[in-house]
């Protein structure tokens, strides 16, 4: 049965106006015993990540408190590991997925983990996890092969290698 949306997604595409971008939330990733900066920065890094694939528009942190006000920033934070609490949010946010981690530390150990939340749904669409022994610097690569798996979910063909680290000249 053909709908009335397919004939006009068909009929723009024929025209070339672009479907519009999936909508993707990236809250803070919550630091688990260690200091909050390293989630902070690993999100920072993220979201960049994210707004560089074709097809994909990124709401921040400071979007959703925007959006959101205090009072349900506050709720996002405490319901980290409720999909429904996520899905409720993401919902009020229009946005189509939630990509939700956590980083923390146990002895010499960092543990980050990903969750790519679809929101219609309330399902977890891809989650992953890393343990990088050691320094703190492996982070950044684990998390962007975290992304990498993340993304791939959303837009296999526009998911490219991870991008190089930046420098700035002196």
Same mark, same amino acid.
């Given at each position: 049965?053909?709908?009335?949306? &397919?004939?006009? %997604?068909?009929?723009?595409? %024929? =025209?070339?106006? #672009?479907? *519009?971008?999936?909508?993707?939330?990236? *809250?803070?990733?919550? /630091? =688990?015993?260690?200091?909050?900066?390293?989630?902070?920065?690993?999100?920072?890094?993220? =979201? @960049?990540?994210?707004?560089?694939?074709?097809?994909? &528009?990124?709401?921040?942190?400071?979007?959703?408190? %925007?959006?959101?006000?205090?009072?349900?920033?506050?709720?996002?934070?405490?319901?980290?590991?409720?999909?429904?609490?996520?899905?409720?949010?993401?919902?009020?946010?229009?946005?189509?997925y939630l990509l939700v981690g956590t980083v923390g530390q146990l002895g010499d150990t960092h543990v980050l983990t990903l969750k790519l939340i679809e929101v219609k749904s309330a399902v977890?669409?891809?989650?992953?996890?890393?343990?990088?022994?050691?320094?703190?610097? #492996?982070?950044?690569?684990?998390?962007? #092969?975290?992304? /990498?798996?993340?993304?791939?979910?959303?837009? *296999?063909? /526009?998911? /490219?290698?991870?991008?190089?680290?930046?420098? @700035?000249? *002196?």
């Open positions: 049965m053909v709908t009335t949306s &397919s004939l006009v %997604a068909a009929a723009l595409w %024929a =025209v070339g106006v #672009a479907e *519009p971008p999936v909508k993707i939330a990236v *809250p803070d990733i919550a /630091a =688990v015993g260690i200091d909050a900066g390293v989630g902070k920065l690993l999100t920072e890094l993220m =979201v @960049t990540d994210v707004s560089r694939i074709a097809g994909l &528009s990124v709401v921040t942190t400071s979007d959703i408190v %925007a959006l959101l006000g205090h009072e349900k920033d506050r709720q996002l934070l405490g319901c980290a590991d409720n999909l429904s609490c996520m899905a409720e949010i993401g919902g009020a946010l229009g946005v189509d977890v669409k891809q989650r992953g996890s890393r343990t990088i022994r050691g320094e703190a610097d #492996a982070l950044i690569d684990a998390m962007r #092969a975290l992304l /990498a798996e993340a993304t791939a979910v959303l837009a *296999p063909a /526009a998911t /490219a290698a991870p991008p190089q680290a930046e420098t @700035t000249p *002196p």
